[in-house]
């Protein structure tokens, strides 16, 4: 556990003292998940990890995933977004800080209707890059095919996600869209956005 990780305490059922457990345990024990950093497959594991073993605990409780990431390895976090289409639960997503990329493509996998910003959160879409290009002309061809193959399948689940024409999607991820919470909206990877707290 990383220094500075605070400690709270919580009660495990049957238990008659609480236990001191990190806050990040807290929250996962309270459904609300995160995704705060880049998404790789030890994260992206993590993250499925907790959402099968909550899917498993309790069908009928809603997750909250909350997603602050710049986004990160393709197939991990398509894994991540399937995850989030594979449990049972609702899974509302909220996107705070920036979800770019793949972390864009997790926060868009929310239960729609239930994907929030919050007001100065930054959405930011874009194609999938390769980075295997050091290999011989062969595996770069294979390598494209792959990559080419990895940007239609995003391209069609945010067309599916947003209600966007497959085209609009596919012209927008030819470079690094940019988007305000408002935006978001208004393109349709996010379907609310947060009010601030009036009494702040």
């Not at 890059?129 to 945010?158: F, H, M, N, P, W």
């Not at 497959?166 to 349709?188: K, N, T």
Request: overall charge negative; aromatic content about 8%; hydrophobic content about 40%.
């Amino acid at each position: 556990m990383p220094i500075g990780v605070p400690k709270v305490p919580f009660r495990l059922p049957g238990e008659e003292d609480a236990a001191r457990v990190d806050v990040q345990n807290r929250l996962y024990r309270e459904r609300l998940p995160f995704l705060g950093q880049q998404v790789d497959d030890e994260i992206a594991n993590q993250l499925i990890g907790i959402m099968m073993y909550l899917n498993g605990e309790d069908q009928a409780k809603d997750m909250y995933l909350y997603v602050n990431s710049p986004g990160g390895a393709v197939l991990a976090g398509t894994s991540a977004y399937d995850a989030t289409q594979f449990v049972v639960p609702d899974v509302h997503t909220i996107c705070m800080g920036l979800a770019a990329s793949m972390g864009s493509f997790t926060s868009a996998g929310g239960e729609i209707t239930r994907r929030i910003a919050l007001p100065h959160a930054r959405v930011m879409i874009h194609q999938p890059a390769s980075s295997y290009y050091d290999g011989q002309a062969g595996e770069c061809v294979v390598e494209a095919e792959e990559a080419l193959k990895l940007r239609d399948c995003i391209t069609k689940v945010y067309a599916q996600r947003t209600g966007k024409p497959l085209w609009v999607i596919s012209e927008d991820m030819e470079r690094d869209v940019f988007l305000s919470a408002e935006e978001a909206q208004d393109y349709g990877v996010a379907d609310l956005v947060a009010l601030e707290n009036a009494s702040a």
